[in-house]
């Protein structure tokens, strides 16, 4: 890690690998509160290098964040007494080791409710909110937010270059990728960009293949995967390949095949047994409706519902050593958090 500011010890009375074994195993939610003790102290914990320091030795934490309607307060306990408005959306946080939820603070800009159809991704321990449709003109947007876990805070960066919805978006060692998606004219798009966070720039990278508009984006080791999507001419058809691109040397290729499901991948694209992409909704009928499903290694969480309109539901999966064998355990949600799930991404912390 970079040299730490003052020459004071990080905690009086002990040597300072031994102090920094002690604050790697704070838990992030005491991150905001211990970088207030000191000038050192919130050097270390704000550097990137103290996150990478907590990963490498096991003391982060892997959650799933979703972006989710918020109950309409004309429901209660699920049951409606008035007509439906158009809802609202707002970040939630699952634990999936303690089964808890929480609730991430409110984008400043959007503080009555996220934009629709944003899209989230994280990294180093930071979360980014990308696009979307503004929820009072239903105008697309380029608003880029970054949420810090640290400090609890928000903060507004360079806009993405250009106007686009339903876009294939993920993240990796401090940069986010996005690729596909549709223009304001909905013409399906194969150009794509990679936005680095520290610097706050995006770069454009070489297109892909083909247009790939609705498509899902996940990373695979070190690799981009675009999957599905359609082009401008062939709305609705999804189509079964995928754009891969090589994060290290930026070039794509194509894989025929890779979407076995002729149905839309957003939120739902998972890597089986074989490293084949799949959708757990084929296994549990509880979710097969609105399925959002967040890969986190060890487990898989899913969300969704048996029936539309039905209350939604959460399921983990404990992966055994073989893969993805084991049984969905359903998860009890306070009513809070039953609202419907529009996207999702694993967080680190």
């Known amino acids: 890690m970079d040299p730490i500011p003052e020459?004071?010890?990080?905690?009086?009375?002990?040597?300072?690998?031994?102090?920094?074994?002690?604050?790697?195993?704070?838990h992030y939610e005491s991150h905001s509160l211990a970088a207030d003790v000191c000038r050192r102290w919130r050097h270390l914990i704000h550097d990137k290098q103290f996150y990478y320091h907590r990963k490498?030795?096991?003391?982060?934490?892997?959650?799933?964040c979703f972006?989710?309607?918020?109950?309409?307060?004309?429901?209660?306990?699920g049951k409606p007494e008035k007509p439906l408005k158009q809802p609202k959306y707002s970040l939630s946080m699952f634990d999936p080791v303690t089964k808890t939820f929480d609730v991430i603070d409110?984008?400043?800009?959007?503080?009555?409710?996220?934009?629709?159809?944003?899209?989230?991704?994280?990294?180093?321990?930071?979360?980014?909110?990308?696009?979307g449709w503004d929820p009072a003109s239903f105008e697309p947007l380029?608003?880029?937010?970054?949420?810090?876990?640290?400090t609890r805070r928000w903060t507004q960066r360079a806009d993405m270059p250009s106007t686009r919805s339903f876009f294939a978006a993920s993240a990796c060692n401090g940069n986010v990728y996005v690729a596909g998606g549709h223009d304001e004219s909905k013409?399906?798009?194969?150009?794509?960009?990679?936005?680095?966070?520290?610097?706050?720039?995006w770069t454009e990278l070489t297109q892909m293949s083909e247009e790939r508009d609705?498509?899902?984006?996940?990373?695979?080791?070190?690799?981009?995967?675009?999957?599905?999507?359609?082009?401008?001419?062939?709305?609705?058809?999804?189509?079964?390949?995928?754009?891969?691109?090589?994060?290290?040397?930026?070039?794509?290729?194509?894989?025929?095949g890779a979407w076995g499901v002729s149905r839309c991948p957003r939120s739902c694209v998972l890597v089986g047994q074989n490293g084949n992409l799949t959708t757990r909704d084929d296994y549990e009928p509880a979710v097969q409706v609105g399925t959002c499903g967040v890969d986190l290694g060890d487990r898989v969480v899913v969300n969704g519902s048996g029936d539309q309109g039905a209350p939604q539901a959460v399921y983990v999966l404990e992966k055994s050593k073989q893969g993805q064998n084991g049984k969905f355990t359903k998860v009890d949600i306070p009513y809070e958090f039953c609202g419907f799930v529009q996207s999702g991404c694993l967080v680190e912390v």
């Open 142 to 150: 380029r608003d880029v937010f970054v949420y810090e876990f640290t």
């Open 214 to 256: 609705e498509c899902e984006g996940v990373v695979i080791g070190s690799e981009f995967w675009v999957v599905s999507g359609y082009g401008t001419d062939t709305q609705g058809r999804f189509k079964d390949s995928a754009d891969v691109l090589d994060i290290k040397t930026k070039i794509w290729r194509r894989v025929d």
């Open 67 to 77: 972006v989710q309607s918020l109950p309409d307060p004309g429901r209660v306990d």
């Open 187 to 201: 013409n399906a798009l194969k150009s794509a960009w990679v936005y680095c966070i520290s610097n706050d720039e």
């Open 106 to 131: 409110p984008v400043f800009k959007y503080t009555s409710g996220l934009p629709l159809f944003c899209q989230v991704a994280s990294t180093e321990g930071k979360l980014i909110l990308m696009g």
């Open 56 to 64: 490498n030795n096991g003391f982060t934490r892997k959650a799933v």
């Open 7 to 26: 020459s004071t010890e990080l905690i009086p009375g002990l040597p300072d690998e031994i102090a920094l074994e002690c604050l790697t195993r704070l």
